[in-house]
């Protein structure tokens, strides 16, 4: 089973300058995640949730504790061994974020490259790994945003024109071009009203399915948790107060904090 | 004669020293840009600082010394160097491109073949090709260190997705030694190929901006391009209507209000030894239908 294992994560932790004390912004991490898992971290706002992704996807260094990840090696086209991200280099790091990871933000325009097309922002990973064959590069964009079931009609357009829900989309294809396999996404459906937000979601759902990605969403919304994790953790104030399976911890919360916001959710 | 109230070359020694030491790294590392400590000069920024203060660095006593301006030796910018060096230096200057040594070149590659003995100095407006794309520098050195220029081909694709071809005429990217990336300074596309695999040392010096980078002779440039859109230079259906030569870069002038054209080479000091030469163009302007006369005539 170890073989397998994607993303380790051992007592991380991160902090931070609070006024002139260090603060912790989160602390004393640990999980795993298999390919194929989904992983949902919910918590109040201000509980660590977004440092500790950015953690995961290396965009922070770790002050203690680590991250490791099962790197794939082309060269030996086997699976490689589980590293430490801060063992890698800058390089090599930057190259896992473009071909092995995906990271759909929560503001799609700072996850989108704004003043270029769709079919541009869809294609930019690929030109970095050195496509350059122009209609290749487009059909791809094509067939990616029909997956995402965007208007294809729309590839020439800016992501400026396009609405809330279909940045998010197209977010979504630009991170998938490369087959990924553990996508990090950022509350990825605040901001959209409902109805759109459940099509995200449904898609969300049916692509990790489809692609047998491994994915750690983070939000607040216990439904996203409900609908597309198979383990949820709970974090306050920078700790992991429960982890388990979803079901589990939503149907029968063991934490103070975790029976509180389970009571809180509004059932219309 | 030269004025003996400045030092050779305006710049004072130590200038010369530190500038000569930044243009040995970048000929080292061919298309890296090395930060130098460009001074003021008696000129604004926007009239070849960069430019001027790698001549002054490099010029001695036995040069010879061309200044060009968009291809012509006689406009404001080319005179003024000119006259500038003429003064400071007291070198010889020419406007033969076979009898100079350095050339300073203003957004041109001069037409006639560059050969081992002489060097070539543009003046450089923005050194970063990628500073539309990103806007921080920080981002755009890592970029140059870790080779990653697939942005410059997402720019390139987006002009071909909305205009249907690479629109870059000017300041078309190119690729130094297979390894960085580089602004040609703003010359046209059409001179790109003269860079490849050129006999002259080519300088490029930046003095807002505070860069240099050097392409060394025999050096491989590729500009970019995408495998089914490959890289074009510009072509005209028409000679230079002076000299007659179908091959250089032209110049389009309008010379009326019924839209004639007239077209003449960039490069005077060419386009002249044709006409020595005895070669002979149309001396005519050329009729060129006007879209808008056109429409004018229908209604």
């Known amino acids: 089973m170890n073989d397998d294992l994607l993303l380790s994560v051992r007592g991380a932790g991160k902090q931070f300058m609070r006024g002139s004390r260090p603060h912790w912004a989160c602390r004393d991490v640990s999980f795993d995640i298999y390919p194929g898992e989904v992983l949902a971290v919910v918590g109040e706002s201000g509980s660590g949730k977004s440092t500790l992704l950015r953690l995961l996807a290396a965009r922070l260094a770790c002050d203690e504790g680590s991250v490791h990840y099962n790197v794939r090696d082309e060269a030996r086209a086997a699976l490689g061994q589980v590293v430490d991200l801060a063992d890698l280099s800058e390089a090599r790091l930057r190259w896992l974020a473009r071909t092995d990871w995906g990271f759909v933000e929560q503001h799609a325009r700072d996850g989108l490259r704004m003043n270029v097309s769709g079919g541009a922002n869809i294609g930019e990973r690929m030109m970095a790994l050195g496509d350059r064959h122009y209609g290749k590069l487009r059909s791809q964009a094509l067939s990616w945003m029909e997956r995402v079931e965007l208007d294809v009609g729309r590839i020439d357009d800016l992501p400026d024109t396009y609405s809330g829900g279909m940045q998010q989309r197209l977010q979504i294809a630009r991170n998938l071009v490369t087959h990924p396999r553990l996508v990090f996404m950022d509350e990825p459906t605040t901001g959209l009203d409902v109805s759109v937000q459940a099509r995200l979601l449904d898609l969300v759902r049916e692509l990790v399915d489809q692609l047998n990605l491994a994915a750690v969403i ?3 919304d216990l439904a996203v948790a409900r609908l597309l994790a198979h383990r949820m953790l709970v974090m306050k104030d920078g700790l992991v107060v429960e982890q388990g399976l979803t079901d589990r911890v939503l149907d029968d919360p063991q934490h103070p904090y975790t029976q509180l916001l389970v009571s809180s959710v509004l059932t219309p | 004669m030269m004025d003996e109230n400045y030092n050779f070359g ?9 500038i000569r030491r930044a243009l040995l790294k970048a000929v080292a590392i061919p298309g890296y840009q090395v930060s130098f400590g460009s001074r003021e000069m008696p000129f604004a920024y926007g009239w070849g600082t960069g430019g001027v203060q790698i001549t002054a660095s490099i010029i001695g006593q036995e040069d010879v010394l061309k200044v060009i301006d968009q291809g012509a030796d006689d406009t404001t910018n080319a005179v003024n160097i000119r006259r500038f060096f003429a003064r400071t230096t007291g070198v010889a200057t020419t406007e033969k491109t076979t009898q100079a040594s350095i050339i300073q070149t203003r957004h041109r590659i001069p037409e006639a073949a560059l050969t ?23 981002e755009t050195i890592t970029m140059h260190a870790l080779a990653e220029y697939g942005l410059m081909n997402v720019k390139l ?7 249907g071809t690479i629109s870059k005429t000017y300041d078309y990217p190119v690729l130094v030694n297979e390894r960085y990336l580089t602004s040609p300074s703003p010359i046209p596309k059409f001179d790109n190929p003269k860079m490849h695999m050129n006999p002259a040392l080519q300088l490029f010096g930046a003095g807002r901006e505070k860069r240099i980078y050097a392409i060394p002779p025999y050096t491989a440039v590729r500009s970019l391009d995408f495998e089914d859109h490959p890289f074009e230079v510009q072509r005209w259906d028409h000679a230079c209507a002076l000299c007659g030569s179908g091959d250089s870069f032209l110049d389009e002038m309008i010379v009326d209000d019924a839209g004639s054209r007239l077209f003449v080479c960039s490069d005077s000091d060419y386009c002249g030894e044709r006409r020595e030469a005895g070669h002979v163009g149309t001396q005519q302007a050329v009729q060129m239908s006007n879209a808008l006369t056109v429409q004018g005539n229908a209604t």
């Open chain 2, 116 to 138: 081992e003995a002489q060097t070539l100095v543009y003046q450089v407006p923005m050194p970063e090709p990628l500073f539309r794309l990103e806007p921080r520098r920080s």
């Open chain 1, 218 to 220: 983070v939000t607040h």
């Open chain 2, 10 to 18: 305006f710049l004072d020694e130590r200038t010369k020293k530190m």
């Open chain 2, 157 to 163: 694709y987006e002009d071909i997705a909305q205009l």
